[in-house]
């Protein structure tokens, strides 16, 4: 059928619709790495060019990691991302298998309305939860973060897996019902194994969410040792009305890298993961 | 611990939680003047440990010098004092999870309204305010505005972060004028013949908290009579039409662009040289006197800074970044709270503060009109006169959720930007500013 693709063609439903959407995802990165690299002469200069650096300076990164607890802020982020997604995981996976294979009464109401958990912003949240943290001891230390996180993970990783194993054929289970399985080894045998893909990328999209968490990481967390990437590159980089654009832009490029990394490793995972979680 | 929230407090939390403060004089009764204060002895609970929370500087000598206080606070009394520092707008949504949650730190340093949102749960303060206020030739009436509800103190009156016109003195003078002018009529003259001159104006009109607040509610009070519709919601009303006529003259000679400005954008513009006069704190000349950047630095000897002109009111109405310390009824050591906000307002401790932050922070007390970070360079001179010179935000209203959900609605400056931009008459503009704040009074 290649007779049919002209060049020009080619460009017109190919390249160039690619090269704007690289142009749209990649260009917040350039500018953050510009940004950056930048002296404080040269971003602040109408006569720069903004789009390129003359001459290219560490002294942003140099402040981040050196006067700030940046590094501090950068190990919090990690522990409680991966230890709220995790924990979201295993709930979840339970949750979510639940729902769809045991089929109990009530099955399909509790899965919207775990969706519907999902859909109530985390600003109307805070303050409830604040009472609960508080009450628990728990203010101002990571476990509160650890501990908050799940409440709008859990409702979307469930959501997402109940859709991947639904995608599952029965019919596996119900061999494995034949030849005398467990519910949990058919759980971690069969289920499992199959719905890698949608566990990845349910985990993917929960360590972002934590990872990008704001608003809890501001409330539940006062002493700059404990608190995150997000919140603390904003206590320390804005001074007034003085934001310190090079190294604030410094943190947010350092601070997306780890989140590029995961994605680039795991992004076929992802894409099929996705797929099967909204197939019928 | 309240476990019911109904909605009308949720209505009050959200406008804790939202940054920014608030409008319109639209209405309530003027504050009731106080009370004599009691005594006030420094008398802190033995072994007492404090939390406090207060905004993250503004320049490094700040904190330097306001942690050199707090270890001068421990030594002298024994008492245990942790500092948290927080981004300026972030302090707020801390300061209402803490009044709502009944737990969190003992002293936090808040802006504006804060106290008002939660008085019940705070301490009462007057004899700490009272005394200081005797000590030092008495509080600026202003500050008695925010730091008092109905008769009682409920905070303590830190400073604000003052703002007064910054320009170049040179484009000024080229323009025809040898000295800033100080009344509306000439201020409006001066920014034609600049934009003539190829070097306008630009105030901020986007969201800005800070200088989007200050400059468009020195604006509309400029026009207004204190008490002069008491008791009613009068947003719309002839003299704020007046008023945004005049931005919309005023718009006209700015820069384009500046309907989008937010805090940083009239620092930068200002800095490159896009614009030759804006409203700032003493961040651009402080920014422009440590700047390593020849150009940059060459700016110092020719910004000069002017207070706000005066209106029709004849007496000032400027609105500045307002600060207040407020301690909490839950706390575990209300005496050694009350004793931590009084000793950082002493001379020995307040003064060398001011001058540590290069004169960032305005007094609320009038006897610090006399330390000298105020005539070491006469280019500080006019940030001494800012609390002076400060009209409260909710004008002639009662200070509260509603006068805080407004500001942080940012109800006044898109009413004067939608009148300025002319994407709404100056009329329709007023009306729908007293449609957006009626929503919030009504609670």
Known sequence: MDYLESPMRRWVTLYIPLLCFLVILLFPFYWMAMTSFKPNEELVSRAANPFWIVQPTLAHFERLLFTTAYPQWMWNTILVSVVATFTSLAASVFAAYAIERLRFRGSKQTGLAIFLAYLVPPSILFIPLAAIVFKLGLFDTRWALILTYPTFLIPFCTWLLMGYFRSIPYELEECALIDGATRWQILVKIILPLAVPGLISAGIFAFTLSWNEFIYALTFVSSSENKTVPVGVITELVEGDVYHWGALMAGALLGSLPVAVLYSFFVEYYVSGMTGAVKE | ?443
């Open chain 2, 1 to 443: 611990m309240r476990n019911n929230v109904n909605r009308r407090d949720f209505l009050k939390i959200s406008a804790g939680v939202a940054a920014g403060t608030a409008t319109a004089g639209m209405g309530g009764e003027a504050l009731a003047q106080g009370k004599p204060a009691a005594g006030f002895a420094y008398k802190p609970e033995k072994g007492a440990k404090l939390r406090v929370l207060r905004w993250k500087r503004f320049v490094q000598g700040d904190e330097d010098a306001f942690m050199k206080n707090v270890k001068a606070f421990s030594d002298k009394f024994g008492v245990e004092v942790r500092v948290d520092n927080e981004g300026w707008e972030d302090v707020r949504p801390k300061a209402a999870v803490a009044a709502n949650v009944g737990s969190g730190p003992d002293v936090i340093y808040g802006w504006f309204d804060d106290p008002h949102q939660y008085p019940d749960k705070l301490l009462d303060v007057s004899d700490v305010a009272g005394y200081l206020g005797a000590k030092y030739g008495g509080w600026y009436p202003v500050a008695e505005t925010y730091g008092k509800r109905d008769g009682k103190w409920i905070g303590v009156p830190l400073g604000a972060a003052g703002a007064t016109f910054v320009h170049r003195i040179s484009h000024v003078q080229a323009a025809g004028f040898k000295e800033f002018p100080k009344d509306l009529g000439g201020f409006l003259e001066l920014c034609k013949a600049m934009k003539a001159k190829n070097t306008p104006a630009g105030f901020a009109l986007g969201n800005a908290v800070g200088d989007g607040n200050s400059w468009v509610h020195w604006l509309v009070w400029s026009r207004r009579q204190d008490g002069q519709r008491e008791g009613t919601r009068v947003i719309n009303s002839p003299e704020t039409v007046k008023a945004l006529e005049y931005a919309k003259a005023l718009y006209a000679t700015f820069v384009p662009g500046t309907l989008s400005w937010l805090d940083a954008n009239n620092n930068k513009a200002f800095l490159d040289g896009q614009v030759s006069i804006t409203n700032n704190g003493i961040s651009v000349y402080y920014a422009a006197k440590t700047s390593t950047d020849a150009k940059v630095k060459a700016l110092v000897a020719d910004i000069g800074h002017a207070n706000y002109p005066i209106g029709p009111t004849g007496k000032p109405t400027e609105l500045h970044l307002f600060s207040q310390a407020f301690a909490f009824r839950y706390s575990k050591a209300p005496n050694a709270a009350k004793a931590f906000m009084a000793f950082m307002m002493e001379k020995e401790q307040y003064e060398p503060w001011q001058q540590a932050a290069i004169g960032y922070i305005t007094q609320p007390l009038k006897a610090y009109e006399s330390n000298p970070i105020w005539t070491v360079d006469p280019k500080h001179t006019p940030y001494r006169d800012c609390v002076k010179n400060m009209t409260a935000h909710s004008h002639a209203g009662k200070l509260g959720y509603a006068s805080a959900a407004a500001m942080a609605d940012f109800i006044m400056v898109n009413m004067v930007a939608e009148a300025a931009s002319g994407s709404k008459s100056p009329k329709e503009a007023a009306e729908r500013a007293q449609a957006r704040a009626q929503r919030y009074y009504k609670v």
